[in-house]
């Protein structure tokens, strides 16, 4: 196995992404939540940028060159968590937006969409480390 599903750059982008997530959920924290909410759109933005152009290209050619065993299943426990937190944030903007009536407050899909979060990053860093044999 030697594609990558990153480069060592777009997983530095992870970790600062990472970071990032950790601020906003403070501010929301700290009741700042138009800054919140900026802060999320533009991060989710450049992560929908960063699936399309580098991740998703290259766990298609990893899933063809791997046999299924539990990295394969890694590799779609990662692409299935990641995908959950785009569409939890969809969801979130069109509730936002009034386009679907959720009548409840958001906190529990925000917060479901960090743990994911967490854990599509917990298990990327752990691919991203097994392919490079570190
Ligand atoms: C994946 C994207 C997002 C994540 C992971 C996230 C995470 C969070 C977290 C952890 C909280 C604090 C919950 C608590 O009190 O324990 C929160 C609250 C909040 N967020 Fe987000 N958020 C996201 C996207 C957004 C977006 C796009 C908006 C604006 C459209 C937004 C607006 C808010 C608001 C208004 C609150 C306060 C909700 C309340 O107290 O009822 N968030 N978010």
Not at 13 to 34: D, N, P
Not at 44 to 64: D, Y
């Amino acid at each position: 196995m030697n594609i990558s599903l990153l480069t060592g750059g777009a997983f530095v982008l992870q970790v600062v992404q990472v970071g990032v997530l950790f601020i906003a959920a403070y501010l929301a924290r700290r009741k700042l939540l138009k800054q919140h909410c900026l802060v999320m759109r533009i991060a989710v933005l450049i992560q929908i940028g960063a699936i399309a152009r580098v991740m998703f290209p290259s766990l298609l050619l990893q899933l063809q060159s791997q046999t299924v065993d539990w990295f394969y299943f890694e590799l779609l426990a990662h692409a299935l968590a990641g995908l959950s937190v785009i569409g939890i944030w969809i969801f979130i903007n069109l509730a936002f937006m009034g386009v679907i009536r959720w009548r409840r407050r958001l906190v529990w899909p925000m917060r479901v969409a960090l743990g994911l979060w967490l854990l599509t990053f917990a298990l990327g860093a752990h691919i991203y480390l097994f392919t490079q044999r570190l």
